[in-house]
């Protein structure tokens, strides 16, 4: 009997194994689970990403529902991201930045910021500016307490600080509609263009 068993024992493992590698194979990991939904948005204290003479905390959020975006020049799909979320700035949502830069170390200087500052100014004129303000993200640390993988994720930030939508990923049509205006819409925050876009779809 304990001949089979040990026999069957490495069977089983590779079952168990193989069924666990498939069902990562099939997952989208931008459908995880938040940990930071409907919890307040971390504490922060963090300089402007152009002039660290303005600083800026949890109370930019007072009053304000906010989508925070995280991002960096080094991120293609931010870059691509960028005209829709200067359309939704135009049609009147709140946009904030914040940004951290892959090569920047603010101990060592493997890249500096007036550098940083530069390819900012450069990708912003080329593929438009949706922001009200870029916070910089000068050690990750918001980041790192927002859980953030990688780049762009979307925080949307309602009017008393809690995080109501965390997405991974570009944000297109297809994902604002089905993700972001839902909440918008229980916020009473959405935008009249999407109202209007809304009724449509509903007729």
């Known amino acids: 009997m304990k001949r089979i068993i040990w026999f069957l024992l490495p069977l089983f493992l590779f079952l168990g194994l193989s069924v666990f590698l498939f069902q990562g194979l099939f997952?989208?990991?931008?459908?995880?689970?938040?940990?930071?939904?409907?919890?307040?948005?971390?504490p922060f204290t963090l300089p402007d990403l152009m002039d660290e003479s303005l600083s800026y905390d949890n109370s930019v959020f007072d009053g304000n529902v906010t989508l925070v975006n995280v991002w960096g020049v080094w991120c293609v799909t931010c870059a691509i991201e960028l005209p829709y979320l200067e359309t939704l700035?135009?049609?009147?949502?709140?946009?904030?930045?914040?940004?951290?830069?892959?090569?920047?170390?603010?101990?060592?200087?493997?890249?500096?910021?007036?550098?940083?500052?530069?390819?900012?100014?450069?990708?912003?004129?080329?593929?438009?500016?949706?922001?009200?303000?870029?916070?910089?993200?000068?050690?990750?640390?918001?980041?790192?307490d927002l859980g953030v993988t990688g780049a762009p994720e979307h925080f949307l930030v309602d009017s008393q600080g809690v995080i109501r939508v965390h997405h991974l990923g570009d944000i297109n049509p297809r994902v604002w509609k089905n993700k972001?205006?839902?909440?918008?819409?229980?916020?009473?925050?959405?935008?009249?263009?999407?109202?209007?876009?809304?009724?449509?779809?509903?007729k």
Do not use: C, W
């Open 27 to 42: 997952s989208d990991p931008r459908d995880r689970e938040s940990e930071v939904l409907a919890e307040a948005f971390p």
């Open 89 to 144: 700035k135009d049609q009147g949502y709140r946009i904030v930045g914040l940004y951290y830069d892959q090569d920047l170390d603010p101990d060592f200087g493997t890249k500096t910021l007036e550098r940083v500052r530069s390819e900012v100014v450069t990708t912003l004129a080329k593929y438009g500016n949706p922001y009200a303000f870029n916070i910089f993200d000068v050690y990750r640390d918001t980041a790192l």
């Open 180 to 202: 972001f205006v839902p909440v918008l819409r229980e916020l009473g925050a959405l935008m009249p263009a999407d109202e209007e876009l809304s009724a449509d779809v509903r």
